[in-house]
């Protein structure tokens, strides 16, 4: 297993490499000089020559690199042009209104898919698996944001339950903040449950066909047992691996939700700094996600072999 | 699971009885053809002029003359909704084009080659995977600024791996047929057997998850347009009218809900297609994602 996880983590090094290397290189590409933006139109060319050489912009390409990176390592990011705060501060801002909401919306389609794929799956072919995966077919095709747009219109506008949008902050208490976020997280996971439900189902009708199964079944152990002890853990390898891809969705889905609740997160912020040009800040944050969205494929990688023991055998 | 590709004892009447024995398959054919027909009848009528601003009759309510309602600026939901048809379809279709006409052919030479290519391919694949769709559009956008063509690229290079990734797999599968050994024994070198042998075989493989990324791209290019990375006013796509029906949700319901029913409507006929195809084809086969 060693060896698995080995090789694992160094494909997850590389892809982070490369990675790294592409978005800097689109950053260098870019059009527009950080030294003239943050010194203004009127500056002369000696006093941008002069930022640019303080910012470190005149060395080598590899030098640039090479420190930009040494920096996001020591969760250095620079400062962003517009606000003039290190950008670690905006982030780690922001990232307390995103991460909360990403996990929220993993964790309630995961609590919504799972039952419904064990449902289906059970019932294949009879009323209840025909319902439930016409509702799952539904939800593939419902764009989380019109979905969002039409839970504001229900909740929030008819039914006056939960706020259409803003974010209190946390010090205005959990419940409060939390109930901002209900929405948002609603909107998020039910297209995400209907994609994870389908793929439950038809790992699980797959396992169900095992001669194991019929083993464990002939042996006496109750329907229900079998079902959620022996067939659920083996249906887990496809499941996993469509959550690990699920949240790089749920990332990027997060950035469109709160343009659609008004809420404070990275995604917000990723637009703001778009219009305003404040590419450090752009830079940052897509360094940011991609490095999660690899980071969570190591820990699906790493959690076949807790969940397979095939895998732990292996070299 | 693989999906078994050969079907000899297939004749063309037998999978078009199948086929029209197939629910999913013709209530996703009608509901295709249906978009689509509506989109090409948009280049020839509407019923509302969309070009036309009349200022007189914004936002008006659902009615005999504006069956889906008007906007904020007085123009005709339904013809926009006809118009936005076409940018949706064509976003799509192109970026599909894109994702196969570089992907197919990587994961065809990954697969003849193996090895250090094969490996290098797949390592590639995962870089791409690791940024989402929304991610290298907004990079893209920060490059060359927001519209329709650059909405499509970002699109386009996301479908690249995922199609190198299914011709990898299916032509892996065929490679080691008799058939191939024969072809190899005529002397036909790796590029003339993977377009005359393997190509041909895993065509049914690539129809259906060009199905499925064709949906996937509609749902991509309208969230795009919603956040203003897509397709630019005047145009009108489905997206971006969900953005104009936003800050209009208590005074107007209407400007939002009739456009997000145009993508889930034909998000869904597009799914069922796809379902309907894999399952006419093998009907072993489950979709997976």
Redesign the interface.
Known sequence: MTAYLLKRLI?AA??LV??SM??FA?ME???GDPARLMLGLNASADQVEVLRNQMGLNAPLLLRYLHWVAGLLSLDFGRSYTYSVPVIELVRERIAVSLPLALIALALSTIIAIPVGVFSASRQGRAGDTLAMGAA??G????N??FA??L??LFA?WLRLVP?GGFPGWGAGIWTALKSLILPAIALALPQAA?LG??AR?AL??VLNEDYIRTARAKGLPYRAVLWRHALRNAMI?VLT?LG?QF??L??GT??IE??FYLPGLGRL??QA?TQRD?IV?ESI?ML??AA??LI?LLVDFSYAIVDPRLRGRQ | MTMRIDLPEETLAGVLAKALGNRSFLIGLVITLLIVAVALISFLWTPYDVARLVIADKTQAPSWAHWFGTDHFGRDILSMIMVGARNSIAVALVAVGIGMGIGVPLGAFAAARGGLADEALMRLNDLVFAFPALLSAIMITAIFGPGAVNAIIAIGIFNIPVFARVARAGALAIWPREFILAARAAGKGMTRISIEHILPNIATLLLVQGTIQFALGILAEAGLSYVGLGAQPPMPSWGRMLFDAQTRMVTAPWMAIFPGMAIVITVLGLNLLGDGIADILDPKSRRRR
Do not use: D, G, K
């Not at chain 1, 593939?140 to 764009?143: D, E, G, I, W």
């Open positions: 494909i590389l892809t490369l990675a592409v978005v689109v590409i870019l059009p077919q539904l593939v095709a419902v764009p944001f019109w747009l039409m504001i219109y506008v259409a994609i389908r793929v038809s009708i797959e496809p469509i891809l790089a969705f990332l990027a950035i469109i343009n659609v990723i637009f778009i590419l752009v897509v996600l991609v969205v690899i494929n």
